[in-house]
């Protein structure tokens, strides 16, 4: 037997705990081509809140009563696919489980002694792909401009900062706590705290590009300070996900067409045959310590949806993982 | 002497009569390398309600007391460069007056037996070309897509419009009045009268691009229909021009990011070095009928303010435009 989280209402605003319930399962053992996975971690992401509402948009939405499928990083228990050994470590879709089993296709072992596990959930996987794709990808960012990081202290806003800085950019990002501004600045990040500085106020010598992991006011000032021909790189809202009406958007949007500005969403997954890319350029990066990260890790799957709801406070730094199992 | 129009005072939402005066000038004469030119037609345009705010955007504002420049078209009555002969047609920036001196390196000579000299202001001059330029170089639209065009009975939208139909596009075209549509109807566009039809209705098919001319619930409208991938194509807002505090952006914008839509604004004269590429493809095509233009003129420079104010009524279909002298 093991045990997953359940969503077990459509959360109205910010989840609470009894949008989520512990459920017990029998594990299955694994037919062929298949193995059986323990996991060690399990990622929240804040994606995930959109699939909550039950709207199907580029992922589906998740229904009430059903599981939550989501990144994890666990351990081989059980293989019937050669390409599989028990105790291989894998990155997985089991999402906020313990345990589960899965086709060997949809599983990429990792190689532990390269970086720790727990990465391949943030800095080396999809969010520190997503800050890679759009930076080099959507808002092609060049060394000598000045980029605009808002949740700079997230596990997307951490590496687009670091990667932005490493490509020669003077970056400015913004964060919500001493903490995660005294975080960023040691990484050379020129940080600010938005609950005590506005962002007009920090970004008034202007920006050449805006990555917008937060919306609402943060996208209106990127949009004021944004110089001619800038770009915009809308990769997220969190400040928006948990809202049950729809605010209204920018008033300064207009400044689209007089400063010949471009916004471009995307969504990671469609950019994976980028991904060898990406490993090759941020992996050493990564393992030389040139670009940091951090992790706030919850014990316990009963402490999912905890570590969930945590994303819309601002409670992580860094990635926010929860270990669900012992990593041996 | 002759007479020009001066901005009297910065217009409060829609142009009045009293935000202008009419001045009388004494003509200069041109000097070395300059000729002075008698306007036949000039034009007015939404962009210049923008610059009668007094903020300088990518053009500089209007001061008030001063005269009005724009694009206009007319005829050389002095030359002192060896360019330029009395009786020759050109087009100039010299805008809202009956006569001015300029220099020859600032007048495109123009060739009255290809296509009506008024056309250099319409079809084959910065309306069309901005229709071109966002088709082509921002928009990139493609045989086989559909697009939505507002405002498409304007001098942009219905060169939009048209040239997306020539180049294989379905195209959805809505106006403001029943005359409109009927005229975009018999060129092949799926047109509606916004005024009686909801976008949203009109659009429930899907589109791949949005022309857009107008901003405001027609860009809401376009967020929602547009299929993944999508483009906006943002050239102008002439709903918003007259408002007199900024209207909030579109509620549904974070559709950018998860339907990984680009919105992108464009100034035609960033583009200027297609400017031949333009009139090699659409030339042809409005000499040989394929691409119709309508223009709406009135007569005499006293009712420049007139037919400015008239954009933002929707009262113009195609190109307006004001005679202010013989075309002899």
């Not at 050379?188 to 050449?208: H, N, Q, V, W």
């Amino acid at each position: 037997m093991s045990r997953e989280v359940i969503l077990a209402a459509r959360p109205q605003g910010v989840p609470v705990a009894s949008d989520f319930e512990l459920r017990e399962v029998v594990d299955a053992e694994p037919a062929a081509g298949e193995a059986a996975v323990r996991n060690v971690f399990v990622s929240v992401d804040p994606y995930m809140r959109g699939r909550m509402t039950g709207v199907d948009t580029y992922v589906p939405g998740f229904g009430v009563g059903s599981s939550v499928d989501g990144g994890a990083v666990g351990r081989v228990v059980a293989s019937r696919d050669p390409r599989l050994a028990e105790g291989d470590w894998v990155v997985s879709q089991l999402g906020w489980c313990e345990q589960g089993v899965v086709s060997a296709d949809r599983l990429r072992k990792i190689d532990p002694s390269v970086a720790p596990p727990s990465t391949a959930l943030g800095v080396l996987g999809m969010p520190g792909f997503t800050a890679w794709v759009g930076l080099e990808v959507i808002g092609q960012v060049k060394e000598g401009e000045t980029i605009y990081v808002s949740g700079a202290a997230g596990a997307v806003g951490s590496a687009a900062a670091q990667i932005a800085r490493l490509k020669g950019l003077r970056v400015i990002g913004s964060a919500g706590t001493a903490e995660k501004v005294e975080w960023l600045r040691s990484l050379g990040i020129e940080a600010f705290d938005y609950r005590e500085t506005s962002p007009k106020e920090a970004l008034a010598d202007g920006i050449d590009a805006y990555f917008d992991n937060v919306g609402g006011e943060q996208l209106v000032a990127a949009l004021t300070a944004l110089r001619p021909h800038g770009r915009v790189i809308a990769c997220g809202a969190i400040s928006r996900y948990c809202d049950e009406r729809a605010e209204p958007g920018p008033r300064n949007l207009f400044l689209m067409v007089t400063k010949r500005l471009r916004l471009q969403g995307f969504i990671v997954f469609d950019h994976n045959d980028r991904l060898r890319d990406f490993a090759a350029e941020v992996g050493p990066w990564v393992r030389d310590g040139r670009l940091a990260y951090r992790e706030t890790i919850l014990d316990g799957i009963e402490n999912v949806p905890t570590a969930f709801a945590g994303l819309f406070r601002g409670d992580n730094i860094g990635k926010m993982l929860v270990r669900v199992g012992p990593d041996e």
